[in-house]
T-cell receptor
Framework: KAGVTQTPRYLIKTRGQQVTLSCSPI?????VSWYQQTPGQGLQFLFE???????NKGNFPGRFSGRQFSNSRSEMNVSTLELGDSALYLC?????????????FGQGTRLTVV | GDSVTQMEGPVTLSEEAFLTINCTYTATGYPSLFWYVQYPGEGLQLLLK?????DKGSNKGFEATYRKETTSFHLEKGSVQVSDSAVYFCALIPRGGADGLTFGKGTHLIIQP
């Protein structure tokens, strides 16, 4: 069975631009969570979507937003990019939400802001 | 808020050595606890988990026991292999799942032949 697919794998953007990252969860999974991984801050929770509704949100500015479609695919958008947004962005899918069911992670999208 | 503390390393061991990676946590209530592993260029894989006090999670020779009295979830393996070289993350999630998974900074493990 196919795993969690994140596209693109690598991205280079300029400060001030916006970016959209995509995550396709495992078939049948209704929950998608997003995490930011940086050398300094480690892994930090961005938000979780379940059945197209944002269920939980981490402590990130409003420039970070997301959505989930009816087929459970999710997108994450970052507007007005800053150098500090350079990171590996990981998506995780789970059957019924991370609190209750195992989270499966994708390989991530490495975003570089120059 | 919730937090997880673990040794960052790198931790370098010889093949067949005994491994311990310490993990302690701060959380309200009774969270579920996890160990994830990240191989180079890949995402995170769940290694093992425990959902209540005194539970022992185990997988691929790795073990960890949920110790409520010491708020710890130390990872152990009796005999490590070169293929165990990776970054290991301790994590927790509170009951109800608000705020998602909280991760430690990760421990880089290097096993030498």
């Amino acid at each position: 069975k196919a795993g969690v697919t994140q596209t693109p794998r690598y991205l280079i953007k300029t400060r001030g631009q916006q970016v959209t990252l995509s995550c396709s969860p495992i078939s049948g999974h209704r929950s998608v969570s997003w995490y930011q991984q940086t050398p300094g801050q480690g892994l930090q929770f961005l938000f979780e979507y379940f059945s197209e509704t944002q269920r939980n949100k981490g402590n990130f500015p409003g420039r970070f937003s997301g959505r989930q479609f009816s087929n459970s695919r999710s997108e994450m958008n970052v507007s007005t990019l800053e150098l500090g947004d350079s990171a590996l962005y990981l998506c995780a899918s789970s059957l019924g939400g991370t609190a209750n069911t195992e989270a499966f992670f994708g390989q991530g999208t490495r975003l570089t802001v120059v | 808020g919730d937090s997880v503390t673990q040794m960052e390393g790198p931790v370098t061991l010889s093949e067949e050595a005994f491994l311990t990676i310490n993990c302690t946590y701060t959380a309200t209530g009774y969270p579920s606890l996890f160990w994830y592993v990240q191989y180079p260029g890949e995402g995170l894989q769940l290694l093992l988990k425990a959902t209540k006090a005194d539970d022992k999670g185990s997988n691929k020779g790795f073990e960890a026991t949920y110790r409520k009295e010491t708020t710890s979830f130390h990872l152990e393996k009796g005999s490590v292999q070169v293929s165990d070289s990776a970054v290991y993350f301790c994590a927790l999630i509170p009951r109800g799942g608000a705020d998602g998974l909280t991760f430690g900074k990760g421990t880089h493990l290097i096993i030498q032949p």
